[in-house]
C-alpha cells in the first residue's frame, strides 16, 4: 500500500507521504468472537472440535481463523447500480486441518439466505465478523470440504480511524474493493489472513455498459438480455486482501510487454477531465500536484500500459522472473487517499506517476508473491517496494539509493519515528511511513553495503524464487540473506529492525 497522491511528483523518497501518527482504538468493528459451547464427541470416536476464530495474528485477533486451509473462492456476485448492492453465491473448497465439529468464516454484513456444506443445509450463527458453521456432520481432519453460502445486501465500507477505509469502496461509476490490512469480508465469506492463501474466480455480472475488472486473467463474457457476465480467475495463490474488483465504465488495454508479459489495464472512464489529483487533506502533505497529462482516458490508458511495461520488464531483470501470469493496473476515482498493489493489476487513485507504479509492481514479488504471515512483518512489503524506488531512481537519472539513505537518516536521533520497532511496528503503526517504509528500506541499504551489489541481488532473487507463492517472516529472510550471503547478519538486522532508537553506522 501506498498513502500517496498517485499523481503527486516525488523525487525525494522523504517527502512521500504524512507518516501515520497517533494511537487509535482497537480492532475496526470492536467485535467479539463469542461464547464456544462444548464440541460434540463420543468417548468411542475421534474426537471432533471447532476451529479458531482468528488466525492467532496478535495484530487483528479476530482476523482468519483455525482449523482450516482455503484452497479457492468463487465468488458469483450480480450487481445493481441503484444502491451498488449485489447479490451473490460464494463457493469456499477448504481441507480440514484438524477433526472439525465446526468452524468460522469472516463475513460482515449481508443478509444469507442459504448456506450449505458439502450440498448439505448446515447452521450457522453471526457474531460479529464471525460467520460460524456448524456442518451437518463432523469434517474429518485431512478432509476437503466445500461451503457454499448465498447472501444479498449492500456491502459496507469499512472505517478505520488509523488504517483508513478499505472493503466495497464506492466510485463515481460503480465500486472498487480494496482491504488491507483487511476488508474482503464486506463483500465474501472467507478466511481474512494473508497466511492462507488461495486460488479465486470471479463471476461479476453487471447490466448493458457497465464492465468489471479483477484479478488475474479474463475469460470472456456473457451477454444475457440486459447483462453481461465478466469471468476472471486467478490461478496463483492470492493473499485474500489483495482480492479485487473494479466495476464500472472502463477504457481496457491488454497487451505484452517487450519481454512478453500479459498486461492488461483499465482506466474508469469518470477520470476523464476529473481533477484526479484532489486527495482529501492529502495534496498539501504529500507535495506539488499535476495536473491531467493530456490524451483523454485513452490517453491515460496507453500511459498505464506503457509504464507498467516498463517498470515490470525492469523489475523482472533485478528481482527475477514477473512471479504471475499477467500484470497491470487500474485507475478508478476512489477517493481514499492510497493505491494498493492489487495482485496482478494494482489499483491506483487516478492518474499513477511512474515511481508509483515502481512501487506497487515491485510488491507483486514482495507481498504478493511472497506473502507475509503475520502482520508484524510488513516491512518485508514495504521496505521492499520502497527500495525498488531507490533503485529505479537510482537507475533513472535521479538520486543514489545512498543519497535517498543518507537523507533519511538526517533525521534526528531525537525524533519520535525512530523509536518504532520496525520488525513489529504495533498494529496501528502498520502503514507508519517512516518506520516501516523508510527504514525498512535503509535495513535493505544496510544490507547491500554490508555483502555488496551482487550478493545483496542474489539475495533478493533467492527470496522471490525460494518463497515464490508462498509466504515469508523475517527470520526467514534473514536466514536466506545469512546462508547466500555466508556471514552471521544477525547483529546487524537486530540493529535496523529489532531496535528502538537510530540505529549507528
Ligand atoms: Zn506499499
Request: with cysteine.
Amino acid at each position: 500500500m501506498t498513502k500517496r497522491a498517485a499523481t503527486v511528483l516525488l523525487m525525494s523518497p522523504i517527502m512521500a507521504c504524512t507518516p501515520v501518527a497517533g494511537a487509535g482504538a482497537g480492532a475496526g468493528s470492536g467485535i467479539g468472537v463469542g461464547f464456544r459451547t462444548p464440541a460434540p464427541s463420543s468417548p468411542a470416536g475421534p474426537q471432533f472440535t471447532p476451529g479458531t476464530a482468528g488466525a492467532g495474528d496478535p495484530y487483528f485477533p479476530e482476523a482468519g481463523n483455525g482449523g482450516f486451509d482455503a484452497a479457492h473462492y468463487d465468488i458469483a456476485l450480480a450487481y445493481r447500480p441503484k444502491g451498488r448492492r449485489i447479490t451473490a453465491t460464494t463457493t469456499v473448497t477448504a481441507t480440514a486441518t484438524q477433526n472439525l465439529s465446526r468452524f468460522d468464516l469472516d463475513f460482515v454484513g449481508n443478509t444469507i439466505s442459504d448456506l450449505r456444506v458439502d450440498g448439505r443445509p448446515a447452521t450457522y450463527t453471526r457474531q460479529g465478523q464471525e460467520l460460524v458453521i456448524t456442518p451437518p456432520a463432523g469434517i474429518p481432519k485431512g478432509a476437503r470440504f466445500a461451503v457454499t453460502v448465498r447472501y444479498s445486501g449492500r456491502p459496507r465500507v469499512l472505517q478505520d480511524p488509523i488504517l483508513g477505509r478499505t472493503g466495497w469502496l464506492p466510485t463515481k461509476d460503480g465500486v472498487i474493493t480494496l482491504s488491507q490490512p483487511t476488508g474482503s469480508e464486506t463483500w465474501f465469506p472467507l478466511n481474512s489472513h494473508p497466511s492462507d492463501k488461495a486460488t479465486y474466480a470471479f463471476h461479476v455480472t453487471v447490466p448493458k455498459g457497465f464492465g468489471a475488472v479483477a484479478n488475474g486473467e479474463p475469460h470472456g463474457t456473457v451477454q444475457k438480455g440486459a447483462n453481461s457476465t465478466f469471468t476472471w480467475s486467478s490461478t496463483r495463490p492470492m493473499a485474500s486482501y489483495l482480492a479485487m474488483v473494479a466495476i464500472g465504465k472502463y477504457i481496457v488495454r491488454d497487451g505484452r510487454t517487450p519481454k512478453g508479459v500479459r498486461s492488461i489495464s483499465a482506466v474508469s472512464t469518470t477520470l476523464d477531465g476529473a481533477p484526479v489529483t484532489k486527495i482529501k487533506g492529502r495534496a498539501a502533505a504529500g507535495g506539488r500536484a499535476k495536473g491531467r497529462r493530456g490524451g483523454g482516458v485513452a490517453g491515460m490508458a496507453d500511459r498505464l500500459q506503457t509504464t507498467t511495461a516498463r517498470v515490470t520488464d525492469w523489475e523482472s531483470s533485478l528481482f527475477g522472473r514477473f512471479p504471475f501470469d499477467s500484470t497491470g493496473g487500474v485507475e478508478g476515482a476512489i477517493d481514499v487517499g492510497y493505491s494498493l498493489e492489487t495482485q496482478d493489476r494494482p489499483v491506483y487513485h487516478g492518474d499513477a506517476e511512474q515511481l508509483l507504479v515502481v512501487h506497487e509492481l515491485a510488491h507483486q514479488w514482495f507481498g504478493d508473491s511472497v506473502s507475509l504471515a503475520r502482520w508484524k512483518d510488513i516491512w518485508l512489503n514495504e521496505g521492499f517496494a520502497t527500495y525498488a524506488e531507490w533503485l529505479w531512481q537510482e537507475q533513472h537519472g535521479g538520486p543514489t539509493a545512498q543519497h535517498s539513505f543518507d537523507e533519511a537518516y538526517k533525521r534526528p536521533a531525537s525524533d519520535a519515528a525512530w523509536k518504532r520497532e520496525t520488525g513489529d511496528p504495533g498494529r496501528d503503526q502498520l502503514f507508519a511511513f517512516f518506520p516501516v517504509y523508510t527504514r525498512g528500506a535503509m535495513t535493505l541499504h544496510m544490507l547491500r553495503k554490508t555483502v555488496g551489489d551482487r550478493t545483496f541481488f542474489r539475495i533478493l532473487r533467492t527470496w522471490a524464487h525460494d518463497r515464490a507463492h508462498s509466504t515469508g517472516t523475517t527470520q526467514q529472510f534473514v536466514a536466506v540473506a545469512e546462508r547466500v550471503g555466508h556471514r552471521n547478519l544477525g547483529p546487524m538486522f537486530d540493529a535496523w529492525l529489532h531496535t528502538s532508537g537510530k540505529p549507528r553506522i
